[in-house]
């Protein structure tokens, strides 16, 4: 990032950014896997353009032990093979859902979703996407630099 820093909204609002901390750590990772939620993090970060975001979650998934190449290949996920069709779901989703204001949330779009995922779980998701968008929000109009160091 070239810009600086605009204003550190974890300080200057800790009430805000305490609850939406409470709402990323209390996402359900038993019910929709680590990985998932992290690819999901992954991909809408990418969307939003929020480096800060795609960094943390890029060095998530290594950690869980996601190959580079597979985590490269989220961008393209339609046409890269490293993706199991629950995932591709999810990424189909996450995107209409990130774009919602140009794209549209059909009934066939969520009939491809519920192939996948019971209710419960979409709703879930919905909160995963929810969050991350949020946090992309924050960090791009703020301008939350990426660490030089981990």
């Not at 990424?91 to 969520?110: L, P, Q, R």
Request: glycine share 4%; aromatic share 10%.
């Amino acid at each position: 990032m070239t810009a600086a820093p605009r204003i550190d909204y974890r300080k200057l609002a800790p009430k805000a950014f305490q609850t939406l901390y409470q709402l990323s750590t209390g996402l359900r990772r038993d019910l929709l896997g680590q990985r998932l939620i992290d690819l999901v993090f992954l991909r809408v970060s990418q969307i939003n353009g929020c480096a800060f975001c795609i960094d943390m979650h890029w060095r998530d998934l290594i950690e869980l032990g996601v190959e580079p190449r597979h985590l490269n290949a989220v961008a393209g996920w339609r046409e890269a093979p490293f993706f199991d069709a629950r995932e591709r779901a999810a990424f189909e989703w996450a995107e209409i859902v990130t774009t919602i204001a140009t794209s549209d949330a059909s009934d066939e779009a969520f009939a491809r979703l519920r192939e996948h995922f019971s209710d419960e779980e979409i709703a879930e998701l919905g909160f995963v996407i929810a969050a991350i968008n949020a946090w992309n929000r924050l960090n791009v109009s703020l301008r939350v630099p990426v660490p030089q160091t981990v």
